[in-house]
């Protein structure tokens, strides 16, 4: 399983069906799936949420993934995530995506999406974490 599949073991939560043609795993129930398309360049996310994570999936692109716990002065975790590949982030993690090309991915999200809840939930950052994360020393 790649990195970033398996980020911070968070799918391990989800039940697993395994037989001998494979695997069935379910990956969410409940939620809303959004398609996000990002030009090159683009930063997105630079938040964290209080109740709800959410699993992605490229389609095509690539993505420097940054994460944290939220409120700490850990340097974040960076991944690079490439097409088929899904990444999961927990709620109270911060985290920021930066889209090295033009990009295409699916986002399952637990809890409603709409317009009032996002806000409820999404707490924006005031600082960069890729910023953080090329500050500190190798």
Not at 61 to 78: A, H, L
Request: hydrophobic share 35%.
């Amino acid at each position: 399983r790649s990195q970033a599949r398996r980020i911070l073991e968070g799918l391990d939560k989800f039940e697993s069906i395994i037989d001998g043609r494979g695997e069935i795993i379910k990956i969410a129930q409940n939620v809303d799936v959004l398609e996000i398309v990002s030009k090159a360049g683009v930063k997105r996310a630079a938040h964290w949420h209080r109740r709800f994570g959410h699993i992605c999936y490229l389609e095509y692109g690539e993505i420097e993934y940054f994460e944290r716990d939220v409120d700490s002065n850990v340097r974040p975790i960076k991944l690079i995530i490439e097409p088929g590949e899904y990444f999961f982030t927990d709620k109270n993690k911060e985290h920021l995506m930066k889209f090295l090309v033009d990009s295409w991915m699916f986002c399952l999200s637990f809890g409603s999406r709409n317009k009032e809840n996002y806000e409820e939930d999404t707490v924006r950052l005031d600082y960069d974490l890729e910023e953080i994360y090329n500050s500190w020393e190798e």
